[in-house]
């Protein structure tokens, strides 16, 4: 890791900028697209042509505090407004108001079975695959998905009056050729497994076929309704607070008159019908409630930078993915990144994002998107072992310690990853505050009949009689599992289904053993693991001990996202 450090001396940050795709563009456009969170999210169901967007100063991001909410109480400490369509109603300091679901329409979903990606303007061979899988009997097709997003770096009079500089901060238009769109998923899943068994590697792709809607009621303090439309929106100049937010584990007593958020608060249908709190907030001010959540407060400040830059640029490439159709760029849990408003921040914590402002992990000028875990168990996973995406040159497996490149050409045998699981290694991740990380090393065990509810919830196998991993990748995470059951056996895909099959099991980095169980018959299984989370990027218990170790954030950062660099993307 010192290696890194010749390399990497910058004295000022360059901006962010190798791609300026529209330095002139047409104003009539930008003006349409210096866009807010909702028409961002808009454009991903556009048609190819239409998929790009522009954000502008401040850039302001959706957070998805709660969903599937029949009403929302909102107040404040001080005076505020709902605003309903074009009506606005002023509410006094200390009211409760409330947005109540009146009616409301899930979204149409469908789960696109997709066998390979393509750029847009590889549309003919996307096409000539499609057409291929048709003639072996699937219905084979192509759809458009992801967005271009450019952001104005900087604020100025020019990016009001749309003549700004636009930076390309992310282009992930592709095209999906899939051999098929089924409106429900056990369908998907049967033909992800036929395909599976002629040697691809699909995945199942979720859209929005047609969104969710309804009505929503404005109710004031005294009860009585005061308006209705498709949606409202509370804004005020101080903290707005969220009523009923689910108590905290550590402390409950702190949060059952709510949580209090900086920026607008909007009661919108999410993909069930039902009511969605969605936290509309500039980036720095969201990434100050999402450090602390994180992450300790007392971490040293170069774990705390490090975090902070990955957190903003893992915030900006999800800005251009959307969550499934809800109408938010990320939850407000660590499926997204753990985000609790003004509840836990700290000087610390704020100080950390604010002297990162606006500097990204950027490699040739263009965002990386910086994924983080708690503990990578040792080695860190390269991303296209884990998700169903293409191999990205800065999130490759990489040895969790000091002055260690990239380690592996090959997979380690399951005889190696039995002695390395059942050792331990000295890595950054190894030691917690106080003594050794328990996710650094764990063992599970799961009776028998736990085990088969668990994957019977999802694979109709039967009674399980043997786990067997059939793939790794570079870490030693399981790639590609068989599972024989009584009734049939299931090959699973990558870590996320492989981890949820197996009961929610820490990592995908395990070895099982199968044990005879007290009445000679039924089984055990006993799982010896390593690591928390999906082990791709930065490990956040290995940044900690990497920054008491002395190592400033941008070392930390170079470490994890290879060949990176920090770089601004907006001043
Ligand atoms: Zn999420
Ligand atoms: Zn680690």
């Given at each position: 890791m010192r290696s890194h450090l010749r390399a990497w001396a910058p004295r000022s940050l360059a901006l962010?900028?190798?791609?300026?795709?529209?330095?002139?563009?047409p104003s009539a456009s930008v003006r349409m697209s210096l866009s807010g969170p909702f028409e961002r999210l808009a454009a991903l169901h556009a048609p190819m042509e239409r998929r790009t967007v522009i954000v502008g100063h401040p850039i302001r991001v959706a957070v998805g505090?709660?969903?599937?909410?029949p009403a929302v109480r909102v107040t404040a400490r001080q005076p505020f407004e709902a605003k309903v369509g074009v009506v606005v109603i002023k509410a006094l300091s200390g009211e409760i108001w409330t947005a109540r679901r009146v009616a409301g329409a899930p979204a149409r979903t469908e789960f696109v079975v997709a066998l390979r990606s393509f750029r847009p303007s590889e549309r003919s061979s996307a096409l000539s695959l499609a057409g291929q899988w048709r003639q072996r009997g699937y219905q084979a097709g192509v759809v458009a998905t992801g967005i271009r997003m450019g952001i104005v770096p900087r604020l100025s009079r020019e990016s009001a009056t749309g003549k700004a500089r636009v930076v390309l901060l992310h282009d992930n238009r592709c095209l999906l050729a899939h051999a098929g769109r089924f409106k429900n998923e056990a369908a998907a899943a049967d033909c992800v497994q036929a395909l599976i068994s002629a040697g691809q590697s699909p995945w199942i792709q979720e859209r929005i076929a047609a969104p969710q809607g309804g009505i929503v009621a404005l109710i004031g303090p005294d009860g009585r309704e005061r308006s209705r439309g498709e949606h409202i929106t509370f804004s005020s100049r101080g903290p707005l607070r969220v009523l009923d937010m689910p108590g905290d584990d550590t402390r409950p007593r702190r949060f059952q008159n709510g949580r209090e958020y900086q920026g607008a608060i909007h009661a919108r249908f999410d993909r069930t019908g039902q009511l969605a709190v969605v936290n509309e907030i500039e980036l720095e001010a969201y990434l100050r409630g999402v450090i602390p959540a994180e992450i300790p407060t007392s971490d040293p400040d170069a774990a705390i930078r490090a975090l902070a830059v990955a957190a903003r640029s893992e915030t900006l490439s999800k800005m251009s993915r959307g969550h499934a159709?809800?109408?938010?760029?990320?939850?407000?849990?660590?499926?997204c990144q753990a985000y609790s408003g003004l509840a836990q921040q700290c000087r610390a914590t704020n100080m950390g994002v604010d002297a990162t402002r606006g500097e990204v992990v950027a490699r040739a000028g263009g965002l990386v998107e910086a994924v983080y875990c708690d503990t990578c168990g040792g080695r860190t996973e390269s991303i296209e072992n884990v998700w169903s995406t293409d191999a990205n040159p800065s999130l490759v497996a990489t040895e969790d310690r000091p002055g260690r490149g990239p380690f592996l050409s090959l997979p380690p045998t399951e005889d190696l990853v039995t002695r390395w699981l059942h050792s331990n290694p000295p890595a950054f991740?190894?030691?917690?505050?106080?003594?050794?990380?328990?996710?650094y090393r764990w063992t599970v065990e799961m009776s028998g009949p736990t085990l088969d509810a668990a994957v019977n919830?999802?694979?109709?196998?039967?009674?399980?009689?043997a786990l067997e991993p059939l793939e790794r990748g570079l870490s030693g995470r399981i790639k590609l599992l068989r599972v024989v059951g009584e009734k049939g056996q299931v090959l699973i895909q990558k870590e996320g289904p492989i981890r949820k099959a197996l009961g929610n099991l820490r990592s995908a980095l395990f070895v099982v053993e199968a044990r005879p169980g007290p009445d000679g018959t039924s089984r055990s299984w006993r799982f010896h693991g390593a690591g928390w989370g999906h082990g791709v990027g930065l490990c956040q218990t290995g940044a900690r001990a990497a920054a008491r170790a002395g190592f400033g954030y941008r070392e930390i950062l170079a470490h994890y996202f290879r060949g990176t660099t920090v770089a601004r993307a907006y001043l």
């Open positions: 962010l900028s190798t791609a300026v795709f529209a330095a002139t563009p505090l709660k969903v599937g909410q159709g809800q109408p938010f760029d990320l939850c407000a849990d660590s499926h991740c190894r030691d917690g505050a106080t003594g050794q990380n328990p996710m919830a999802a694979y109709n196998v039967g009674r399980v009689r």
